[in-house]
């Protein structure tokens, strides 16, 4: 689809329907598949951060981009209108929009019952550490909770993104605290803000007890769909993994890392699975953010350099590269990437002498990287072995040619163009391979990360 084609596809949406939840999005695959209101907002967030990536001309990215946030507008704006009841009126005149009232009620629903949030009262109380303060009174409360909204930057990056992990953090560090303590009671993040409830006195803390603090609890919601499940950690995916699931099990890195931007394993599970399923955009997104938030992490560093080359992206993979050896990278692993730029770049034996390296720093951890790098040797020994028949073949014959003789000279052709095409075959096979996901292709995706994505770890680790 040429450019102006693909831009007036984008001017014909229409972003003023009221969606029903959860909601049908088609994906790039022509597959229909339904998601929740919390989905369906990260999903179209995801593409906000990798259109640059995912499309070369500069005017159809921002028009990508400007067009998933325009759904994600009409998404909190319907789920206001769906689910906001009487306080709908009362939230937006707070926060000034409707779609992020819509997001206000979201996180509310899923943290108080419904007959509760229809009584809501959210009176502005000031800001504090980047973030607008209101007091949540529901008639039911001796003492107000608190709602703090932390806006992002465009990027998601920034001091308020910074002063919302810092705070979760020191609130989950102090729960189970004595009378007058503030308890934390849920939280829940997206790429533009971020969202604290908080209360104080014994109901508060009943409340903070019955709920796991990952991702915001989930208490009734009689005549709401159901709430988005409890986060799940990466020991989780790593268990969908091992039942046979691996869509479900990149879905739970995604999640994990959304919620938590500093938790390692996550965006490794996500990389190392994603490139095994070859959606080699989504390993590039998580590889991208990971090295973000986590820039001395030689692993994520590494593994960006696999997703970019997978999309045949050179340049910005050799230069990841350079990132992973000076951060101190598994050296097989960075030789092994180094030596097949080499070889995609045409220099053959720079390439060969950096696999033989290779085999010299293997420790036997990875058998996966192992059994590439014996791949390629074995392609390069091919290579090699077809020059030189066509060569042979092409000297055997050359003395009948010269005499005159035809088939002499049909053969000598045939051995030539032999030793003549083997080369860009090879290179257009290498090209392919590398491409590939799979046992189809070269296994790059170092899967001796994903025993550091099963363990629980710290999330600033």
């Keep these: 689809m040429d450019k102006s084609r693909k831009l007036r596809r984008y001017?014909?949406?229409?972003?003023?329907?009221?969606?029903?939840?959860?909601?049908?999005?088609?994906?790039?695959?022509?597959?229909?598949?339904?998601?929740?209101?919390?989905?369906?907002?990260?999903?179209?967030?995801?593409?906000?951060?990798?259109?640059?990536?995912?499309?070369?001309d500069q005017d159809v990215a921002q028009a990508e981009m400007e067009h998933c946030q325009r759904r994600i507008d009409q998404l909190r704006r319907s789920y206001l209108e769906r689910y906001g009841g009487s306080a709908a009126r009362r939230l937006v005149a707070l926060e000034g929009t409707s779609a992020l009232a819509g997001e206000v009620t979201a996180f509310l629903l899923r943290t108080m019952d419904a007959a509760a949030f229809e009584h809501v009262q959210l009176d502005p109380v000031g800001a504090l550490d980047l973030a607008r303060v209101y007091a949540v009174r529901t008639g039911h409360q001796a003492a107000p909770w608190l709602l703090y909204v932390f806006p992002f930057d465009e990027a998601g990056e920034g001091p308020a993104r910074d002063a919302f992990f810092a705070q979760v953090k020191l609130l989950q560090q102090i729960r189970g605290g004595g009378e007058g303590v503030e308890t934390l009671l849920a939280f829940h993040h997206t790429a533009d803000l971020g969202l604290v409830l908080t209360g104080n006195g014994p109901a508060a803390r009943e409340a903070a007890e019955q709920v796991d603090l990952d991702d915001g609890p989930a208490l009734a919601m009689s005549g709401r769909p159901a709430p988005e499940p409890r986060e799940a950690e990466p020991a989780e995916a790593m268990g969908r993994l091992r039942r046979g699931d691996p869509e479900a099990a990149l879905a739970s890195f995604e999640r994990a890392y959304e919620r938590d931007p500093?938790?390692?394993?996550?965006?490794?599970?996500?990389?190392?699975?994603?490139?095994?399923?070859?959606?080699?955009?989504?390993?590039?997104?998580?590889?991208?953010?990971?090295?973000?938030?986590?820039?001395?992490?030689?692993?994520?560093?590494?593994?960006?350099?696999?997703?970019?080359?997978?999309?045949?992206?050179?340049?910005?993979?050799?230069?990841?590269?350079?990132?992973?050896?000076?951060?101190?990278?598994?050296?097989?692993?960075?030789?092994?990437?180094?030596?097949?730029?080499?070889?995609?770049?045409?220099?053959?034996?720079?390439?060969?002498?950096?696999?033989?390296?290779?085999?010299?720093?293997?420790?036997?951890?990875?058998?996966?990287?192992?059994?590439?790098?014996?791949?390629?040797?074995?392609?390069?020994?091919?290579?090699?072995?077809?020059?030189?028949?066509?060569?042979?073949?092409?000297?055997?014959?050359?003395?009948?040619?010269?005499?005159?003789?035809?088939?002499?000279?049909?053969?000598?052709?045939?051995?030539?163009?032999?030793?003549?095409?083997?080369?860009?075959?090879?290179?257009?096979?290498?090209?392919?391979?590398?491409?590939?996901?799979?046992?189809?292709?070269?296994?790059?995706?170092?899967?001796?990360?994903?025993?550091?994505?099963?363990?629980?770890?710290?999330?600033?680790?």
């Design 262 to 461: 500093y938790r390692r394993s996550a965006y490794l599970g996500a990389a190392v699975v994603a490139d095994l399923l070859g959606r080699f955009d989504h390993a590039a997104l998580a590889t991208e953010m990971g090295t973000r938030y986590l820039p001395d992490d030689p692993a994520l560093a590494w593994h960006l350099a696999v997703a970019r080359l997978r999309r045949g992206e050179i340049e910005p993979a050799r230069q990841a590269l350079a990132r992973a050896q000076a951060l101190d990278a598994d050296a097989h692993a960075v030789h092994l990437l180094r030596a097949l730029l080499a070889l995609l770049d045409g220099r053959l034996r720079a390439g060969l002498r950096l696999l033989q390296e290779a085999a010299r720093l293997d420790d036997g951890a990875d058998p996966a990287l192992a059994h590439t790098r014996q791949r390629l040797r074995l392609s390069l020994g091919a290579l090699a072995g077809g020059r030189l028949l066509g060569l042979v073949g092409a000297a055997a014959c050359l003395g009948p040619a010269l005499d005159g003789s035809g088939p002499a000279r049909v053969a000598v052709a045939l051995a030539l163009a032999l030793a003549l095409v083997v080369g860009p075959s090879w290179r257009a096979w290498l090209r392919r391979v590398v491409a590939t996901p799979g046992r189809q292709g070269l296994r790059l995706a170092s899967a001796a990360t994903l025993s550091a994505a099963g363990r629980r770890a710290d999330p600033t680790q």
């Design 11 to 56: 001017n014909r949406k229409d972003y003023n329907q009221v969606v029903d939840f959860p909601v049908e999005i088609v994906g790039r695959d022509g597959v229909v598949r339904r998601y929740s209101f919390e989905e369906s907002v990260r999903l179209y967030q995801r593409r906000i951060a990798s259109a640059p990536s995912r499309y070369g």
